[in-house]
Structure formats: C-alpha cells, structure tokens
C-alpha cells in the first residue's frame, strides 16, 4: 500500500519518526510520498528521505498557504531545486481561498508557473484545493495540453467535480476525510471510477476514524482503504492492488 501523501518531515514525528515509519512498514504501507510546501520544508523533507531511502521519495513544490508577495523569488529557489535533486512530483501545489485571499493572484501565477514545470519536466502534480475547486479546475483546463497528469490530494468534493477532475485526467487523493461521519464521501466513493483513486494521510492532519482529532500517520492508511472497500463493497486486499497500481503509475514508483 502507498501513502501518497504525507508530511512525516514535520515536526510532529521529531520525537518518534522511526516508530511511525515502522508501525507503516507492520500495516504493509511500503512508500511513503512527501510533499513540499515551503522553503523550510525543503531540508527536513529531504533529510527525512534519506533516512528511509526504500520508502521514502520527495516531491517540490511551492504550497498555495505559503504564497505571498515574494512569491517571484521563492518560486525561482524552488525551481533551482528540481536541478539538485530527483523528484517525483510537482507539489503541493494549488490553490487556497479558505484562510485568505489577500495573495490571490499571487497564487494563481504561482500555480500556473508550476503546472508549466510539470509540463516542461514532464513529472505528475499534486494538487491543493480549498474553497476553490472551481478556480483551480478553469486554470488547469486552460493549461492542459494533454501531457498534465496528477492528483487532486485529499479529494472530499462532489461527484460532479470527481468526474470533471478524471476528465482532465486527473487523479483523486482520498484520506481520513473519506471516513468522517459527516463528511459526505460515502455518498461519493460508491461512484467514484477506481483507476483513478490514490490513497493518502496528508499527515500529521486528519486523522481517519477512530483517531480524529489525533496526530494522523502513514499506518492510517489502511483504515481509509478499508473505508473505500466497505463503500465498494470490495476486500480491502482488491483496494490495496488497485490504488497501489494507480499510485505507482502516476508517479512512475
């Protein structure tokens, strides 16, 4: 099983990373996807690959929340990067009008400076969307020339917006939101097209059931793939081949 997602780089695992990576490995998780969101989470991230270089491999990016009125010069600091290093993935990035919208444009440049990288390096994107599904989907049609490919990470819209996502073709990242009473996606993942679904963490944050409101980890993982399989009514052995399958292609694992 992979985690496509997941921030283990973060201060939160400083004190107990090697018991975090372990419990993963004990679930059967075997990689672990790490995105970038800023220039302080470059060298954490990296450091944290090479400590676990079978399972862990990083992505660079500039996340939306990080953008700001110098996004120029960090964009370039960031893009100096992909000439250091082997990446996966372009990401996270994307678009973010939940906490504010003050760098708006900002992170629209951003966003399409970034898809462009994708284009030129000819590597996937992983994909931040919050309150802004329709802004990010208007600026992805407009740059998809048929060669884009990623992931829309941490997915909990509608089904409307699944199949517009996979039109574009699109990815989605299901997490812990997937298992939220609340939370609207068992209404969803029962029509969601399963060559098209990756599992993720995106932790520390939003820990499955029954560890909401918790630090979430890696080992989670298979509580979100045994959500998807009861929606599906499949075993979770059938959701673990094909996300995992999904997963290693989008990222050429």
Not at 67 to 77: A, C, H, R
Not at 181 to 187: H, L, P
């Amino acid at each position: 099983m992979i985690d496509s997602h997941a921030h283990i780089y973060a201060s939160e695992f400083d004190a107990d990373r090697d018991d975090v990576v372990k419990r993963a490995l004990a679930q059967g998780i075997d990689k672990i996807l790490l995105p970038n969101i800023d220039l302080e989470s470059i060298e954490p991230m990296l450091k944290t690959e090479a400590a676990y270089p079978e399972i862990c491999r990083s992505m660079m990016g500039l996340h939306p929340c990080y953008v700001d009125g110098n996004v120029k010069q960090t964009l370039d600091i960031v893009h100096s990067w992909f000439d250091k290093h082997n990446f996966i993935a372009v990401g996270e990035i994307g678009i973010d009008l939940y906490w504010d919208k003050t760098y708006k444009a900002e992170q629209e440049m951003a966003f399409i400076t970034q898809l462009n990288w994708a284009k030129e390096m000819n590597l996937p994107v992983v994909i931040h969307t919050r309150d802004s599904i329709e802004e990010t989907l208007t600026l992805l049609r407009q740059e998809q020339n048929g060669s884009l490919s990623g992931v829309f990470h941490c997915f909990g819209g509608s089904v409307e917006e699944a199949k517009a996502i996979n039109d574009l073709g699109f990815h989605l990242g299901l997490g812990g939101v997937s298992t939220f009473k609340n939370g609207g996606m068992d209404k969803v993942i029962p029509h969601l097209d399963l060559n098209y679904v990756i599992l993720e963490t995106d932790c520390p944050y939003l820990a499955p059931v029954p560890h909401r409101g918790k630090r979430n980890e890696p080992a989670y993982t298979e509580l979100v793939a045994k959500r998807v399989a009861d929606l599906r009514e499949l075993s979770i052995e059938e959701v673990d081949t094909i996300t995992t399958q999904n997963a290693t292609s989008l990222f050429k694992l």
